[in-house]
Nanobody, 123 residues
């Protein structure tokens, strides 16, 4: 079992930055993939970014590539999503999730989920 707690969301203006955190507890993450997803009202939950915990390899959705970065702190068992140059279309509830060693960009590939944190970007 893995427990995930997200934090760092808020209300910002277009062009601002935010850093989301996801603290994990429970099982070791060394053979896992950590992902960030987001869900806007009335829409599906979409992939944002993922990082392989062991190698640090990252992958981003096209909509955020170049603006968002994902990183992890092994000592703190925490993954971060740094979001720069935020746009109104980034408004959503952001979720972190834990998958297996090859999990990719699909929701069904992830086993554990956090409760989500709201990000609202005003124009």
């Amino acid at each position: 079992q893995v427990q995930l707690v997200e934090s760092g969301g808020g209300l910002v203006q277009a062009g601002d930055s935010l850093r989301l955190s996801c603290a994990a507890s429970g099982r070791t993450l060394s053979s896992r993939t950590m992902g960030w997803f987001r869900q806007a009202p009335g829409k599906d939950r979409d992939f944002v970014a993922r990082i392989r915990w062991s190698s640090g390899s990252t992958y981003f959705a096209a909509s955020v590539k170049g603006r968002f970065t994902i990183s992890r702190d092994n000592a703190k068992n925490t993954v971060y999503l740094q979001m720069n140059n935020l746009k109104p279309e980034d408004t959503a509830v952001y979720y972190c999730a834990v998958g297996n060693i090859i999990s990719g960009a699909n929701v069904y590939e992830y086993e554990y989920w956090g409760q989500g944190t709201q990000v609202t970007v005003s124009s």
